[in-house]
């Protein structure tokens, strides 16, 4: 049988990266006893790239193959340490696994040993840090009894674990060296079992973590959003007496500057409301796959983080709601004002045109008073060099009579400056209406 000749077709430039995204991030097979430590450092600048070069160099100290370029995950095997490198768009994880070694003795619950600790310090980075865990795998015969041991009982949320024996616990509060810790009590899962819901679990408290960044920015702009709010109520209540043009202009100014300050906070939560709900999403998803029943008299995982998570991202809602509806509402009453504004500048074009027009008929009654004195003046000199033409003639002997004939000459005289003025006048009117219809069209 012959197999298909794919050279036939042309793949699509992203078939290859789309393909390969479901493997991008593969769980680590792990067996109980182990403990995991996570941390979480948010993206900052140029911190990626100072990141991937701090993992590059202490992959070579450390003899291990450094991560090869544009790869979001790096898995580095120490001896009994593990380090996962995962970098997402907006932070980077370093997960570290330490297994504890055969025979080990009892120790205390999250107790780092020297050599991770060791490991940790050497591998600096340059992002803030947001998330720190200690997770540990411990197979208890009793998960409630043990947890009791670990965690307050005030704050204590413990739940089954879907599909399998065991259960998870924390009290999701911060330990003397500022980490979250987390017990996992699981009887004989497989390693890849184990390694998936171990990552799920650390994931779901990443996100969580990630979720919660949008409540310090909701709380940040909400005075500013209250003060734009009262403002605006006041400002439609002063638009309803405003009746002079500089009063209506002063609130227009008001209102886009309102408009300006509102649209800068809400373009720069924008992002962060939009990642608290894709993290919250994500959280819940992680639940939906981890719990199981609740387990008596304490809370579960989702009933603990409802009471404090979702009231957080309600409030984010709430705020990025208020943004929008205020936004709408400017831009509705700016337009109202503007309007106005333009019918009060459009009434003012009115008045100085109509100014403007009484005083082209003044200017033109004053034209033609000034052309009619015009008209006398210069026949008057016409008429006075023709007086002397006609004595000159007289005086050289012609049968001229120099008065009759400057009298006769008189009317001639002024009908011939009329009719020339007139004549000037009525080719410059000409030119004007020919170079005002050139214009228009």
């Known amino acids: 049988m012959t197999s298909l000749d794919k050279s036939a077709f042309t793949p699509h430039a992203l078939r290859e990266s789309v393909l390969n995204e479901v493997h991008a991030r593969p769980f680590t097979p792990l067996t109980q006893p182990v403990l ?24 070579a100290q450390h003899g291990a193959l450094p991560p090869e370029p544009g790869v979001k995950h790096h898995q580095v095997d120490l001896g009994p340490v593990r380090l996962r490198f995962e970098q997402h768009s907006e932070f980077a994880t370093l997960t570290w696994i330490w297994s504890p070694p055969a025979g080990a003795g009892p120790r205390r619950f999250g107790a780092i040993a020297p050599e991770l600790q060791a490991l940790i310090a050497a591998l600096p980075q340059a992002g803030e840090l947001l998330v ?18 670990i965690f307050d009982k005030s704050s204590l949320a413990i739940v089954a674990i879907k599909g399998s024996a065991g259960a998870v616990a924390s009290d999701f509060r911060l330990d003397d060296d500022g980490f979250t810790r987390i017990l996992v009590c699981a009887d004989g899962p497989t390693p890849e079992r184990l390694g998936a819901l171990v990552q799920r679990v650390l994931e779901l408290e990443t996100y969580r973590t990630l979720a919660l960044l949008g409540l310090p920015a909701a ?5 500013d959003v209250d003060r734009i709010e009262r403002r605006l109520v006041e400002v439609l209540a002063e638009m309803q007496g405003a009746q002079s043009f500089k009063l209506n202009n002063h609130l227009l100014r008001e209102l886009t500057e309102l408009e300006a300050l ?88 009115r008045d100085l045109l109509r100014s403007m027009n009484e005083r082209t008929k003044l200017q033109l ?20 060099l ?45 030119e004007d209406h020919e170079a005002e219809k050139t214009e228009h069209e």
């Open 36 to 59: 995991v430590i996570r941390f979480a450092f948010m993206a900052k600048g140029d911190s990626p790239a100072v990141d991937r070069a701090s993992l590059t160099a202490f992959c």
């Open 262 to 349: 509102l649209e800068r906070g809400a373009t720069g939560s924008l992002f962060r409301f939009g990642a608290s709900r894709a993290y919250y999403d994500l959280v819940q998803a992680r639940l939906a796959v981890i719990e199981g029943e609740p387990i008596a008299p304490y809370s579960s995982w989702s009933s603990f983080l409802a009471r404090r998570t979702a009231p957080a991202m309600r409030t984010c809602n709430a705020l990025e709601g208020r943004q929008s509806n205020l936004s709408l509402k400017l831009a509705r009453a700016a337009d109202l004002l503007r309007t106005r504004v333009n019918v009060e500048l459009e009434q003012q074009n």
């Open 386 to 430: 023709f007086g002397y033409l006609a004595k000159g003639a007289h005086d050289s002997g012609l049968p001229v009579e120099p008065t009759l004939a400057t009298a006769a000459f008189v009317p001639v005289a002024i009908a011939l400056i009329w009719f020339t003025t007139h004549q000037i006048r009525k080719r410059h009117l000409k």
């Open 365 to 384: 009654r004053l034209q033609s008073t000034v052309e009619g004195l015009s008209v006398a003046a210069i026949g008057y000199y016409v008429v006075s």
């Open 219 to 223: 709380l940040a702009l909400a005075p």
């Open 132 to 149: 720190a865990v200690k997770l540990e795998v411990e197979n208890a015969a009793d998960p409630v009894a043990r947890a009791e041991e």
